[in-house]
């Protein structure tokens, strides 16, 4: 099953931190799932694939409130959808550095790795809040009903693309 515990933390995040989206494709277990993470100041957005792995699916915002009780929700949702790996979107800069958002990604995964024992890899995430937030603009949608959904529909912006991928690397 995808919920691992390991004692030998170190080694076990040497192989399972930040591994490649496609080793992270051939180590799930037949009928796992991906999830896809939005990490934000204030709110974790969550999506998940099918089985298949050729659609994500926005499914919801976390209100961080502490880091425990955010990792106990994430946990939960990972065990009852049968989360195989997660795809954890890196808010690297435009000009392609890294800022104190992704330090912040780096030291929530690092945090969170002995606790679940899930693998990750990460995905440039780059304007995927903005093409979101365009679209739902586009769609003439209010505002309070954007901050509602804006960070799930990101989470599955940044699963989508790393499911395209996949399928593209397998078509080749």
């Keep these: 099953m995808a919920h691992r515990n390991t004692h030998d933390t170190a080694a076990w995040m040497s192989t399972h931190f930040d591994i490649s989206l496609e080793q992270l494709a051939r180590d799930l277990d037949p009928g796992a799932r991906l999830a896809g993470l939005d990490l934000g100041s204030k709110t974790i957005g969550i999506a998940l694939s099918d089985p298949g792995l050729r659609i994500a699916s926005p499914m919801e915002t976390i209100r961080k409130k502490k880091f425990s009780l955010d990792v106990k929700l994430l946990l939960e949702f990972c065990e009852n959808n049968l989360v195989g790996g ?3 979107g890196m ?3 435009m000009d392609g550095s890294e800022g104190p958002r ?3 990604t780096r030291s929530f995964i690092r945090n969170l790795q002995p606790l679940c024992g899930i693998p990750v890899t990460l995905w440039d995430e ?5 093409a979101v937030t365009r679209t739902l603009l586009a ?10 959904v804006v960070d799930k529909l990101a989470a599955s912006y940044i699963l989508q693309g790393a499911l395209d991928r996949l399928k593209h690397q397998a078509q080749n």
């Design 139 to 148: 769609a003439d949608t209010s505002r309070k009903r954007r901050s509602e």
């Design 91 to 93: 808010p690297i800069n």
């Design 86 to 88: 997660l795809v954890i």
């Design 126 to 130: 780059r304007l995927s809040t903005v």
């Design 102 to 104: 992704c330090q912040s």
